[in-house]
C-alpha cells in the first residue's frame, strides 16, 4: 500500500509577522495530518489503525522526537497542502512516520519533510505498551515503497 | 444574495484540556471563514469583494469588536463544522459580519453566534478609509434577509 | 479590594502577517490572566477562588459569552502587558468578568476592553452548579469600584 | 560564557486534550526563548546579537531544521519554565542552537532537548546572507563548555 496522502486546510493565522506560514504551525498541520490519517473519526470504529484520539482511551499516543527540515517558504494559500505519510520502523511500542509536505498533492518537491516516533503508554502508569499484532500488521502496511 | 456559508477545518489541536474545541479556537475559525468569504484567495483577483488580505495591501481590516455566544460544547470532529455569515451594517469605513457556526451545515442551532466590526485603515497612517462604492454594494448584497 | 491586574507574557508567535499582536491571541491572553487571577496554580490549594483549573475537577466554568473591544493596535513586546479585571456580577451559576489589557501597568488608556460570563457546570451533566457562599463572597471582593 | 537560560511563561492554553503542555506548544516556546536571547527587544537596539526580530529588517533569519526529542510530558504550572540554549555551531550564513527546557531552572533533567539551525536570508531575494564578524563573535560566546 505504501504512502498515504492527506490534505489538510492551512488558515491564515497559520502565518507569522513573516508573512509565511510559521515553522510552529507546520507541526500543527502535521499533527492533525497524521491524527486523520492512523486514528478514527471521534465517535467512529472507522477505518483508523487506532481508535479515536481521545483522553478517555487508556492507551496514549505520545511524540517522542520529531526531526523537521523546512525546505522552502510556504505562504498562505486557500487550497489545502498535503502531507504524505510513510511509516518506517515498527517498533515494540513505538513506530516512526515519515512526512512530505506538499503545496499542492502532484508537487515534486516538498516544503518540508520530518520524521516523528510516536509511543503507545499506558495513560494511567505511563508506562509503554506494546503495539498488538493488528495495529503492527497496519502500521506496516504503510512502509515506504522501496 | 443574503447569507454565506462556508466550511472549516477543525484540528485535534485546536481542543484544550477539557476536550472540547477551546472558546480562543473558535474566534480563529471565524477569522478564517471571514478571510475565506470575502477576500480573495492570494495571488488572485477572484470574487472577493476585498483583494487578499495581504499585509502589502495600503488598506488592512482590523476588527474594532466582537461578540461571542457560545451556545454549546463543540467537540473535535473530522468533519468541517460550517459558518454561516451576513452582513448586517455597512458603514462609511467599517462594516458587521454575524456570524453562525454550526457543527453541520443544516443543524438547527448553532453552536455559536456572534458578530464582529470590521474597520478599513490605512497600513500606514492608521486612519479610516472609506469604503467604496463597489465594495459598499457587494457587501450589501449579504444583508440578512429579513 | 476592587480589581486586580496581573501580568502575561505576550509572544513574538502571537502576531499575525500584519505585524501586531492578532486579535485571537488577545482572547488567550485573556484566558491566562483570568486563570492566574481567580483559579489556584495546579497542584496546589492556593488562594485561588476556584481549585486547579483541570479537567478531573467535576465542576467546569465554561465561557458563555464574549464582548471584545480593540481600541488600538498591540504591537510585540518584551515587558508584560497588564490585564485588569474586576467581577461586575454574580449570578446564581456564573459571573461576569470585566478586562482591561493595558501594554503598561499604568498605562492611561487600554489596548483592549473585554468582558465575558463564565458559567459553572458539572462536568458529567453539563449542567449549571450553583456557586458556593464563599466563592460568591470571594468574586464579590472583586466588584468595580463605584 | 557559554549557555544563557530564559524564562517563558506557560499558559493554560497550550495544553491539549491529554492535559498536558501539547508538542506543538513546545515549539513555540523554544521560538519565544530564542527570540529573548538573542534578538533585540523590538523598538531598542539593547544586548541582542541581532536586531529586532521585526520584518521590516531587511535580514531575516529563517528555521532550517529542528530536531526535538521530547523526555517527559510537561504539565501545565505556574511558574516559568527555562530553556537553557547554547550554540553548537557557525557556519557562514547559519547557526545552530541547542535547546533544553526544564519545568525549574536547576532541575537535573529536561523536558525536551532539540536543535535548529537558523539560516540568514535577504527577505527580498531569499538567499542566504552571511553572518558579520561581530555577529559570528558573539556567537561563539554561547559555545557549550566542553
Chains 1, 2, 3, 4 share one sequence.
Request: hydrophobic share 40%.
Amino acid at each position: 500500500m505504501g504512502a498515504v496522502a492527506v490534505p489538510v486546510e492551512l488558515r491564515w493565522g497559520d502565518q507569522d509577522a513573516y508573512g509565511h506560514i510559521n515553522n510552529v504551525a507546520i507541526l500543527r498541520l502535521l499533527e492533525e495530518a497524521r491524527a486523520r490519517a492512523f486514528w478514527s473519526a471521534p465517535g467512529a470504529q472507522d477505518s483508523g489503525i487506532f481508535p479515536p484520539l481521545e483522553p478517555a482511551q487508556q492507551i496514549w499516543a505520545l511524540v517522542a522526537d520529531f526531526q523537521l527540515r523546512y525546505r522552502a517558504q510556504l505562504p498562505y494559500q486557500r487550497d489545502p497542502v498535503w502531507v504524505q505519510m510513510s511509516i518506517s520502523k515498527v517498533g515494540g511500542a513505538s513506530f516512526t512516520i515519515d512526512y512530505a509536505l506538499r503545496a499542492a498533492k502532484h508537487d515534486a518537491a516538498p516544503k518540508v519533510t520530518a520524521y516523528s516516533t510516536l509511543v503507545m503508554v499506558d495513560r494511567d502508569t505511563g508506562r509503554p505498551q506494546r503495539l498488538n499484532t493488528e495495529q503492527r500488521e497496519r502500521l506496516q502496511d504503510y512502509a515506504p515503497e522501496s
